[in-house]
C-alpha cells in the first residue's frame, strides 16, 4: 500500500450473518493520510458498518461475513495482531455505553494507554491531554455513568484519544451532545486534523460538523454514490442529496399549514382542562418517596434537579422542551410519568395529583418513546411492536386477530417509516435510524392521550427527522398532545409547537 | 464495587489489607457455631458498614431485607430438621427444642454475617484499586482480575438496565397484569430484556475493550499505584492476630 494511504477498500462486502442482505455492496474508497473525510448516508446505508469494519470490530467481535480487501494504514483489520490495530486507528461509537468499559473518567482514558504497556508518566500525560481536550479534566475523578449523555460521550472519546491513534473514525458521535458540545467537538477535530490525523466523521446528516471535512463520501445501499471535495458536490448534487435525506428540506410546512393549526390548538385550549399541569415543581435526587411527598412547594434540601418548573399542556398541544445536556429535560418527564416520585401537589394529570397516581395508572394515558429504542422493544417482529399498543389499548388476546383497519393503519405507518415489507423481522436488527422511527411511530399509534419524546432525532438523517416531525403533526391533529425533548428543536421549526428552555434545572417559555 | 470519593475510613485502605480482614472474619464466622459470637460479629459488622464503609441505615435494611429472603427459611427448615435436643419450646401444634434453634440462628447468623462482610469489602473498594492490587501484589494474570472487576461492575449496570427494562414494559403495557398468564408473560418479557440487554452490552464491552487494546500483551501497566499504607499493613497484622487469638480462645 502506498504510504501516503491510510484506508484503502476495494470492493468491499459485509453482510451482518452470511447469506443475508448485504449491508456494505461492493464498496471501495481510498483516504490519504492526514486526510479528513465525512462518509454520509441515510438510515441503513451501511456507514456503521463500513466505520465497524474499519476499526476490525467487525466482524471480529461484532461477526458478520466479509469480502474484499481492506488496509488501515497497511493492516487488514479482520486479522491485524490487537496491539497493532489499537495504536493505529479508533473509533468512536454513536452510544457512548457501548464503549464505556471502566468506572471512573480518569480510568477510562488510561484504559487504552495501559493495556498498550506505556509508561505510568506517558499514561498520566496521555490521560491528561486527553480529558483536557474533550472539557472533563475536572471531573476525572467522577464516574462514567453519572455524567450526561454528552458527559458520557466526551469520556468515550477521551478513551480513543488517550491511544493517540493516527487514524480517528467518529461513527455519529456528536448524536448526544448538545449545540455546545456539538462546537467542542468541532474544534477538537479541526486541532487533530491540523496535527496531521487522519479524520473519518460518519454521519447522517450534512451539518456544520459534517460540512467542516474537505471532502464527502456519500453512501447509498452500501455503495459509494458520490465523492469529491465538499463545495463543488453541494454545488451540484443538492437534490440528490436532499432526497437521500441528509441535507434538511427547503420548505418544513406549508405557510398556511402552521397558523390554522395554532388557531386550532388555541381553541381546543381555550376549551377543554389541561391534560398535564405542573407547579412550582422542585426536585433533587436521593429524597425517598415519603420525603417527595410531604413537600409541597418547599425547596428540597439536597441540590435541586428541577427548581420551581411550571408549565400546562392542553390536548392537542405539541410542547419542545430544550436544553444543554444534564439540564434536567429527562428528570421532568420521568416525574411526569411517576417513575421518580413527584413531590405532592406538584404534578397534575387530569386535575388529578400525579403523586398519589401509580405508573400503571399514569401510564394508561401517557405514552413514552425511549432515548434508547432498545429498551421499550417488547416485540419479537417490526409489526407486532407497532401493533402491540393499539392491540393492548383493545385488551385483545394473544390469539385473537387484529381488526382490519387497524393492520391498513399499522400497514401504512409501515410504508412512511421505510419498512415496508420488513414486518417479520426483528426491531433489534434494524438500524438506528430505523430503531429511533419503529419506537416512535409505535408511541404514536398507541392510542395514548399524551406521549413523551426523548431525543427522537438523535443519530436520525433529515429525512427520518422531517417524517417524525410529519407523524407528530398528524398525531396533534388527531387531538392526541406531544412533549418532545429534544436539544434539536430546529427540526421542527415552522411547526406548531411551544419550545420551553430547561437551563440548569429552570424553566422558561422559548 | 463502587468507586465512589474516598471519604470513608474503609474507602481510604487498599483491596489487600480488607480482603485478609475478610479473610479472617469468614474463617471466624465458619469456625463458631454459636449463635453469641455470631451475634456480635454482626453487630461489629453492621457498625463496620454504617461508619467504616459509609452505607446508609435504609441500604443497609435494604440490603439484608434481601439477604433474610433466603436467610429467614434457612433459619425455619433447620430448626425443624435438625436432632431436637434441649429444653422444649411449643408453639402451637410445632415443638421446638433448644439446640437446633440455636444450631439454626447460628447457621442463619453466619450467612448473614458471610453476606455482610462480602458486602462492605464491595461497597468500600474501587474495582480499579482491586484490579491494580491484584495484578501486581498477588501477581494474578490481569485478564482474570480484570473479569473479576467487570462482573461486579456489571452487576449494578444490568441491575438498572432491568430497571429501565420493566419502567418500559409497564409503560407499554399500560395498565398492571391480569391473571397468572399476563404475569408470566410480563416477567417472561423482563427477563428477556435482561438477558439480551446482557448479551448486547458483554458483547460490545469485549469488542470495546478489544479495540483498546486489551489482552494485547501478556503484562499490562497501570496508571495507580499499589500502595499499601502503615494503616494497612496494621490492619492486616491485626485480623490475623485477633484471628488467630479467637480461634485459640474458643
Known amino acids: 500500500m502506498d504510504p501516503a494511504t491510510a484506508i484503502w477498500l476495494e470492493n468491499v462486502t459485509y453482510a451482518y450473518e452470511q447469506g443475508s442482505r448485504s449491508v456494505i455492496d461492493g464498496l471501495s474508497l481510498r483516504v490519504r493520510t492526514g486526510e479528513w473525510v465525512t462518509v454520509c448516508g441515510a438510515s441503513g446505508s451501511g456507514k456503521s458498518a463500513l466505520a465497524g469494519l474499519l476499526s476490525g470490530y467487525l466482524p471480529r467481535s461484532g461477526g458478520g461475513h466479509r469480502e474484499g480487501r481492506i488496509e488501515v494504514d497497511g493492516l487488514d483489520p479482520a486479522t491485524a495482531a490487537i496491539a497493532d490495530l489499537a495504536s493505529r486507528i479508533g473509533l468512536v461509537f454513536q452510544d457512548p455505553d457501548a464503549q464505556l468499559v471502566q468506572g471512573l473518567v480518569e480510568d477510562e482514558a488510561a484504559f487504552g494507554p495501559e493495556n498498550l504497556c506505556l509508561p505510568p508518566d506517558v499514561i498520566r500525560r496521555r490521560v491528561d491531554e486527553a480529558l483536557r481536550d474533550v472539557e472533563l479534566l475536572e471531573r476525572r475523578r467522577d464516574k462514567v455513568h453519572e455524567l450526561s449523555g454528552g458527559g458520557r460521550q466526551r469520556a468515550a472519546i477521551a478513551s480513543v484519544l488517550a491511544l493517540e491513534p493516527p487514524i480517528l473514525v467518529l461513527d455519529e458521535a456528536a448524536a448526544n451532545l448538545d449545540a455546545g458540545g456539538r462546537r467542542r467537538l468541532l474544534a477538537l477535530l479541526r486541532r487533530l486534523h491540523q496535527a496531521g490525523r487522519t479524520l473519518v466523521t460518519v454521519t447522517g446528516r450534512l451539518d456544520e460538523l459534517a460540512l467542516a471535512a474537505p471532502r464527502l463520501v456519500v453512501l447509498d445501499a452500501g455503495r459509494v454514490v458520490l465523492d469529491g471535495p465538499v463545495e463543488p458536490l453541494l454545488r451540484e448534487h443538492r437534490g440528490r442529496l436532499a432526497r437521500l435525506g441528509l441535507l434538511p428540506a427547503e420548505t418544513r410546512v406549508s405557510a398556511a399549514a402552521a397558523p390554522a393549526a395554532a388557531a386550532l390548538r388555541a381553541a381546543r385550549a381555550d376549551a377543554s382542562p389541561p391534560l398535564l399541569e405542573i407547579r412550582g415543581l422542585s426536585f433533587a435526587y436521593g429524597e425517598g418517596k415519603r420525603a417527595a411527598r410531604r413537600r409541597s412547594g418547599a425547596l428540597p434540601a439536597g441540590p435541586c434537579a428541577l427548581r420551581d418548573v411550571s408549565m400546562r399542556i392542553c390536548p392537542g398541544e405539541w410542547h419542545i422542551l430544550r436544553g444543554e445536556n444534564g439540564s434536567g429535560k429527562t428528570t421532568l418527564s420521568r416525574l411526569i410519568l411517576g417513575l421518580l416520585p413527584a413531590p405532592a401537589g406538584a404534578v397534575f394529570w387530569q386535575g388529578r395529583d400525579a403523586s398519589r397516581l401509580s405508573v400503571y395508572d399514569l401510564a394508561a394515558e401517557i405514552g413514552y418513546v425511549f432515548q434508547h429504542p432498545e429498551q421499550q422493544f417488547v416485540a419479537a417482529k417490526v409489526l407486532d411492536e407497532l401493533l402491540f399498543g393499539p392491540r393492548r389499548a383493545l385488551r385483545l388476546r394473544a390469539k385473537e386477530p387484529t381488526p382490519e383497519p387497524l393492520l391498513r393503519q399499522a400497514a401504512e405507518l409501515l410504508r412512511q417509516i421505510g419498512l415496508a415489507g420488513r414486518e417479520s423481522e426483528s426491531p433489534y436488527v434494524l438500524s438506528g435510524g430505523e430503531k429511533r422511527l419503529l419506537s416512535a411511530a409505535a408511541g404514536l399509534m398507541s392510542g395514548k392521550r399524551l406521549i413523551v419524546l426523548d431525543e427522537p432525532t438523535a443519530g436520525t438523517d433529515y429525512a427520518g427527522a422531517r417524517l417524525l416531525s410529519r407523524l407528530c403533526r398528524e398525531a396533534v391533529a388527531q387531538g392526541k398532545s406531544i412533549l418532545m425533548i429534544t436539544h434539536e428543536p430546529e427540526f421542527f421549526a415552522g411547526e406548531p409547537t411551544r419550545i420551553w428552555t430547561m437551563e440548569k434545572g429552570r424553566l422558561r417559555e422559548y | ?250
Open chain 2, 1 to 250: 464495587m463502587t468507586a465512589a470519593a474516598k471519604d470513608d475510613p474503609l474507602q481510604l485502605l487498599d483491596p489487600l489489607s480488607k480482603l485478609v480482614s475478610l479473610f479472617c472474619i469468614a474463617v471466624l464466622a465458619m469456625h463458631w457455631d454459636r449463635p453469641l459470637p455470631l451475634v456480635l460479629m454482626l453487630a461489629l459488622l453492621l457498625a463496620v458498614a454504617r461508619y467504616g464503609a459509609g452505607m446508609t441505615w435504609r441500604r443497609l435494611s435494604k440490603r439484608m431485607a434481601y439477604i433474610a429472603i433466603f436467610g429467614l427459611p434457612l433459619l425455619l427448615l433447620t430448626a425443624l430438621a435438625a436432632p431436637p435436643s434441649g429444653a422444649v419450646l411449643e408453639v402451637g401444634p410445632i415443638r421446638l427444642s433448644e439446640g437446633p434453634v440455636a444450631y439454626a440462628a447460628a447457621i442463619t447468623l453466619r450467612m448473614f454475617c458471610l453476606f455482610l462482610s462480602s458486602l462492605i469489602y464491595i461497597e468500600s473498594t474501587d474495582p480499579q484499586d482491586f484490579v491494580v492490587m491484584m495484578t501486581i501484589r498477588l501477581r494474578l494474570p490481569y485478564r482474570f482480575a480484570f473479569g473479576v472487576s467487570m462482573a461486579l461492575t456489571f452487576l449494578p449496570m444490568l441491575e438498572a438496565e432491568g430497571r429501565s427494562a420493566a419502567e418500559a414494559r409497564k409503560i407499554r403495557y399500560g395498565r398492571k397484569p391480569r391473571g397468572f398468564g399476563e404475569r408470566v408473560e410480563n416477567w417472561r418479557g423482563n427477563v428477556t430484556a435482561v438477558f439480551t440487554g446482557a448479551v448486547r452490552r458483554i458483547e460490545q464491552t469485549a469488542g470495546s475493550m478489544e479495540a483498546k487494546g486489551f489482552g494485547a500483551f501478556r503484562h499490562r501497566t497501570f496508571l495507580r499505584e499499589a500502595r499499601i499504607s502503615a494503616g494497612g499493613y496494621a490492619v492486616m497484622l491485626l485480623s490475623v492476630t485477633g484471628a488467630s487469638l479467637l480461634l485459640w480462645i474458643s
